[in-house]
């Protein structure tokens, strides 16, 4: 990758902007496979913009930073930095715009408040501790955000954090304007899990997983069997199959098993699996791939895995097996960074403090629906050897990090770096070798919560952490 597209690039990348092209990597000549959804209000969110009620805390003669500050003066300088990032908030309804002096404002704003997904309190001014602590008492989740000589209340921040059950509070101490936009996601992740609606085609019984999510989140989790399904793929017209196919044979560097029949079946299951989100109301779908689709009195005429990588580059979600923890974690990735999630069977290589994550179901626009299309070869499904599988090669050189949200109050995580991404017959077909940061034995010995784990490029820990203080879900670092 260019030197250019740094860490700092990767990690401010607009959820719902341009994406990638203007910051240093180009498209790589397949720009017109796989078109994010017009659909989307942001990556992984249809149904509504993420409510916030923007405040700015400061009092006339506040003595920090200056006793004759201007606070309209400064809150303009604001409103300026927020037309001119106007694309970082697309998604965004910033319903309250307030400057705010004392808890009774607060209290006067607690209607409106209450329709809010969380609160932006900006530090303009000294004196603001009680409005601070009267926000911290809404039972919203808040992102503080201060530059520098705003005043001295972020002393006490820590304190509040560090209290037995703390507050869904969380702050950004910054000279860097454009670090607000890092503090709108944990806020976006959590609208996101909220509105959104998961389609499980499965055949076998549910559990009360589904339920405990959609008490902790407000996530709705709806189990299908296969007969709506295929329903829908007899109603693609042979000509959108084979236009879509003819899309995905082109922009291949090879086709190598799959005949194209089976590819053109394969594209036909991918259109039925848009549609089908359509008809549902709902921005993720998972299928019983080992278990369900192979029901005696009826089948999925294909097999689900490009269908899956195509949602994913659209900015929906395709979720292997019906793995609905995987699934809960793609949402949170789409909500952080807009990017999807790469579900792996992991393997360990302690020669080299790596572990390689490989999944058949690669998805070709891993850094976002805006983003490039990474080269990928369509082959079949190794452990099958039938079907059609992208096997995407994805970048060199480039930061990872894997995570999974075990239940609704655990979530785990590493970091690395990928370093190959290995193109040999064995495992499955989409891999990559992430050198850890740590020790990769360490990392295996404290491995639990089964095989699966979702990855998204970049180094996403700070997002993690905020989303996870404000979620009231535990982080572990699995490398810890």
Known sequence: MSAAFNRRNFLELSVVGAGLCGVGFGRLGYADLIPPSPKLISPGCRRSKVKIARLYLGTPGGHWPNPRLDLQAEKASYDRFFQEQAAEFADVDFFVDELVSSADQVQSLSEKLSQADGILAIHLSMH????????????????????????????????????????????????????????????????????????????????????????????????????????????????????????????????????????????????????????????????????????????????????????????????????????????????????????????????????????????VRMLGPAGPELPFKIRCVMERQEGVVPQVFMPKGERATQALLVDTNTMLYFTGEIVDAPDVERGCRTKIAVRVDGDVERLWRNWSAGLHRQTVLGDITKDLQRFCRLARVQLINELA
């Open 128 to 363: 603001v501790a009680p409005v601070i602590s009267a926000l911290a008492q809404t039972g919203k989740p808040v992102m503080f955000f201060a530059v520098p000589y705003s005043g001295h209340e972020w002393s006490g921040l820590g304190a509040m954090l560090r209290q037995p059950e703390p507050p869904l509070f969380d702050a950004i101490l910054s000279a860097d304007k454009r670090d607000i936009i890092a503090a709108v996601r944990p806020i976006r992740a959590l609208h996101h899990l909220r509105e959104a609606k998961i389609v499980n085609v499965t055949l076998r019984p549910t559990g009360k997983f589904h339920e405990d999510v959609r008490t902790k989140f407000g996530t709705e989790i709806k189990h299908i069997g296969l007969e709506p399904v295929v329903a829908i793929y007899e109603k693609i017209s042979d000509q959108e199959a084979e236009a879509e196919a003819e899309r995905w044979m082109s922009a291949a560097k090879q086709v190598v098993e799959p005949s194209r029949e089976e590819i053109v079946r394969s594209c036909k299951l991918a259109l039925a699996f848009e549609r089908l989100l359509d008809e549902e109301d709902a921005t993720v779908l998972t299928v019983d791939c080992y278990g369900t689709m192979w029901d005696r009195t009826i089948k999925l005429p294909a097999y689900p895995c490009l269908g899956f990588s195509r949602l994913n580059s659209m900015g929906w979600g395709g979720i292997c097996e019906s793995d609905l923890r995987c699934a809960l974690t793609h949402i949170i990735f789409q909500g952080l960074v807009g990017r999807p999630g790469f579900i792996s069977d992991p393997t360990v290589d302690q020669s080299t403090n790596t572990i390689i994550l490989a999944h058949c179901m690669g998805t």
